[in-house]
């Protein structure tokens, strides 16, 4: 008895649309393109536990450009010649209002300097960056803040 070609087929024919389907995921999966701004920063700051020279930087939002529903996401800190690199988790902060530019917010913290914010312009969600903890509440409320604005060299959703 000759054997049928058919039932071969039919499994290969299932295990290519099988493989498919595994590597190119659900159609509406979101994708996310890294959002890049460029600031000159006059005076040392901190990101996490890495502290930066003043200088020109790259920030870039790996995570794409966050929603006011996103719960985190990681910000990437670099000097121009990439031999300072900073990548750190943040929390996604939103305002309710979108931001005419771009911004880097800083907070003086006695002689310590912390990057705490950047949004994007046009935004109403930013990425809030964990800072070291001041020992008491009241110093943070009482620190000094600082704002540059950003440069956009890429863009992304």
Known sequence: MKKSA???FVLWITLIAITTGITAGPADAQTHRKVTLEASVPFE???GNHTFPAGQYIFEMATGSPKPSDKAGVLVVRGQESTLYASVATDVAA???AHLGHKLIFVRNGDRVYLRKVWRQGNPAGLSVHTAPAPEAQEWEQ???LTLDG???GGGI
């Open 6 to 8: 058919l039932p071969r």
């Open 45 to 47: 700051f901190v990101v």
């Open 95 to 97: 305002d309710g209002n």
């Open 143 to 145: 620190s000094e803040v």
């Open 151 to 153: 440069l956009a060299v």
